[in-house]
């Protein structure tokens, strides 16, 4: 069984001693030293590259966006846009306004319903009575077709606040022109608004415009109408007025 050597755990009965070199421990091999030999010069560098050699370096693409553009920055990174408020668009404002004569005044008055006078309308016989009241005929005359603003319900033309003043401006001066004008009533907000380019403080007013001349600012009839106290301080008016278009009367 290639036993070499057998020790027993106990001590046999009748065995022989066991011999005593056989129970020393045994001697660790010597280690064997290989000498190498010292290189030569002319295998330095081969040997300095082997040992000095470095891992190639691999880029790795950054991932795209699927549809083929750069990465976008990010936020912090990101330029702000500057941002430019628009202004919002002003809407057209609406409104109708006849033009009357009456001796040598000339009434540009707001149309309450937004259409002609008729006869029997309330706010024409308010007009009436208050031409009478002023010592001028109580039956003025229609001169040329209501303004009617905006002119267009569609298109691109600019019908703003500052158009619908030029163009009602630019409309009484062509008939003051034809005739001439001792004072201007413009009777109604709207009236007062885009030819005097002023607002309601002026009511009761005199206003003088530019290549228009003398305006007296008078609330609307329908605001008579409705706000009867409101005659009282249009009558003190008048009568501050009276003088300018009665001398031209005679």
Do not use: H
Not at 162 to 181: I, T
Request: one cysteine or more.
């Amino acid at each position: 069984m290639q036993v070499v050597n057998w020790l027993p755990r106990t001590e046999l009965p009748f065995a022989a001693p066991s011999r005593p070199e056989l129970l020393e421990p045994l001697e660790p091999e010597p280690e064997v030293l290989l000498s190498v030999a010292p290189a030569s010069p002319a295998d330095a560098p081969a040997q300095q590259a082997a040992r000095v050699v470095e891992r190639p370096k691999i880029e790795v693409p950054r991932p795209t966006p699927a549809s083929g553009r750069p990465a976008a920055k990010p936020v912090e990174e990101a330029e702000e846009a500057p941002v430019v408020a628009r202004p919002a668009p002003v809407p057209p404002p609406r409104f109708a306004l006849q033009l009357l004569r009456a001796g040598r005044c000339l009434l540009l008055v707001e149309l309450p319903t937004g259409e002609s006078f008729q006869s029997r309308d309330p706010a024409y016989l308010l007009l009436k009575d208050m031409l009478r009241a002023a010592g001028l005929p109580d039956a003025p005359q229609i001169v040329g077709d209501p303004v009617r603003w905006p002119l267009l319900v569609r298109g691109t033309m600019d019908q703003g606040p500052d158009a619908a003043r030029d163009f009602v401006q630019g409309f009484l001066s062509v008939q003051m022109e034809a005739a001439q004008c001792a004072c201007l009533w413009l009777i109604g907000l709207p009236a007062v608004r885009f030819a005097g380019e002023k607002d309601a403080e002026a009511f009761n007013s005199e206003l003088q415009i530019e290549g228009l001349g003398l305006a007296w600012a008078v609330p609307g009839l329908e605001l008579l109408m409705e706000e009867p106290q409101r005659k009282a301080a249009v009558w003190q008016a008048m009568r501050r007025l009276m003088a300018r278009w009665k001398e031209s009367n005679e």
